[in-house]
């Protein structure tokens, strides 16, 4: 079967770091995605990864290790405005999404 | 502005009484997929089309139809709604025939059924 757990809070400070962890199983495996998802609003693209390794965008980075069945989001200078839910997917026979890391950033 | 559509935003309706989601998007995409999103359950796949006339099911389908007659237009049917249909549904699209890319969601419609 396919499963993706990921923390359901974290709470950072306003200009720290953040790393929002992701494992999963799939059967089979064709790329895993971030999602952001602010309160009450559709969820917006961040990032793909299909092969291992770190793609950095930004102030958004996203890292793989398929061997490991897992993922990471890191957000550098953490602003209020990244306080949202963190939504991570994975394709494998079909694309599956995860409960989601609901992030809240203090002042 | 490239971006996908959803009517109504938000719905109150009663157990049975049948209602169309519309989902319209402007982007050229073939593939589009509907969702429903619940606390401690994440977005669920309802039903999914990968081209015109071409629809499948997702993981949640029961209580549900769609049809694609149009490239554009990817409509959610509830035939006889119930209350565990109660939920916020977002529709969704990509470039290519597949779930391969990313995926643009439509604002969400949040559905309650007494």
């Known amino acids: 079967g396919q499963n993706i757990d990921q923390p359901t809070e974290m709470t950072a400070t306003e200009g720290a770091i953040v790393q929002i962890n992701c494992t999963y199983q799939t059967s089979g495996f064709n790329g895993l995605f971030w999602y952001q998802q602010h309160a009450g609003e559709a969820p917006t693209f961040l990032s793909y990864n299909v092969l291992d390794g770190l793609e950095e965008k930004g102030r958004f980075s996203s890292f793989l290790s398929r061997s490991k069945g897992y993922s990471y989001l890191l957000l550098k200078e953490l602003q209020m405005k990244d306080s949202a839910s963190y939504l991570c997917?994975?394709?494998?026979?079909?694309?599956?999404f995860g409960t989601g890391t609901r992030l809240q950033v203090f002042p | 502005e490239a971006q996908v559509t959803q009517n109504p935003r938000y719905l109150i309706t009663v157990t049975g009484k049948k209602l169309t989601v519309t989902c319209s998007q402007n982007m050229n995409h073939e593939y589009m997929s509907w969702y429903r999103q619940d606390p401690g359950l994440g977005l669920r796949q309802i039903y999914y089309?990968?081209?015109?006339?071409?629809?499948d099911k997702g993981d949640v389908p029961e209580g549900y139809k769609v049809s694609r007659k149009e490239k554009r237009n990817f409509p959610l049917i509830l035939e006889s709604p119930s209350p565990n249909q109660t939920s916020l549904y977002f529709c969704a699209s990509s470039p290519g025939g597949s779930s391969y890319n990313e995926q643009f969601f439509g604002p969400g419609t949040r559905l309650t059924v007494l």
């Open positions: 089309s990968m081209n015109v006339e071409v629809t």
């Open positions: 997917a994975v394709r494998g026979d079909k694309l599956i």
